[in-house]
């Protein structure tokens, strides 16, 4: 981090054009990281867009410069040239610029300086700086070390702050997950030490449903599926499902949750439509390791205890092929849900 720290510094006296990028379908870590970066940098006199592939849920719309956000889907050509000029590009959240989405060529193509902050396994050498440490419970948690690192903690304000908070708080589900560590609260203290009003970030994440998110989740939890000699749970919804409660963007958010909160459980599946294919999401309770799991069968990844893949088949065939997959993890899956 010493290297990358003063390396960086003496790129910046150079004053290049800064973009901050995130994944397809940003989340809690992905926007509260970035909002957090760009506000600083932004408090520095730098100049810096804050460039996603694709809008975010209604429910982190509150967090501070969310009016500045560009949306590469919705505004690509403009996008394209914030990227063509740039000289420094920020991913953060994602370690492949495949997972960018429609923004992954433009991003290959950029001959800017590139910089990844990420916690996700494997990442791919594409970046000319790298702080990447799969340990860490979030980006949000990251961007505070590497802000630390090159002394900007004071330039961050309290809005600023309670957007890394919520990356933190919502990637490590509420500072449940196995990834939530002593620093992880030593950081969370010192954002709470700028002001952040924790029972209001939560009230604005998680006390903000639709109606359609209701109705959702009570479809949702009557078709699952419970495959006792795999202790796995299956979700999922398919596009009817979706028509008929008005399905929105960040609906569905932490469904895939609810399999590991019964007894007795070890992995959650949950499966939506997405892009003609179906969009997976997987999680664990104790040592199955779904990234891999993802890996392996359904083009994805992620962490050892939530990850996400994509299928082509219909959501009858990636039930069963899923089920199929199950069959080699059998004994696994047995020995690890024993353990809780």
Known sequence: MERLSEELKEYLVERPDIVVTNHFNPDGDAVGSATALCGVLMQLGL???????????????WMTLSEEVLFYDQAEAEADTYLENAGLLI??????????????????????????????????????WTYSDTSMSSTCEMVWHFL???GW?????????EAL?????????????????????????QLLEKGVENQKVASRVYDSNSISRFQLLGRTLNQMEILE???TAILYLDQKDLDACGFQKGDTEGFVNYGLSLNDMELSAFILPRDGGHKLSFRS??????NQFARNYFEGGGHKNAAGGKSDRSMEETIAYLKDCLKSHQEELKSYATIV
Do not use: W
């Open 91 to 128: 991913h953060l959240d994602y370690n492949n610029p495949a997972r960018s989405g429609p923004m992954e060529l433009a991003i290959r193509h950029s001959q800017a300086k590139k910089l990844m902050i990420d916690h996700h396994q494997q990442p791919d050498d594409f970046c000319d």
């Open 229 to 231: 000699d795999f202790h």
């Open 285 to 290: 309770k104790t040592s199955f390791d779904v």
């Open 153 to 161: 903690t004071d330039m961050l304000s309290k809005d600023l702050a």
């Open 47 to 61: 100049k810096v867009k804050m460039i996603m592939p694709n809008d975010y849920a209604a429910n982190l719309k």
């Open 165 to 189: 908070y919520t990356g933190i708080a919502t990637d490590t589900g509420n500072f449940r997950f196995s990834s939530t560590s002593p620093l992880t609260h030593r950081v969370t203290a």
């Open 148 to 150: 630390e690192a090159m």
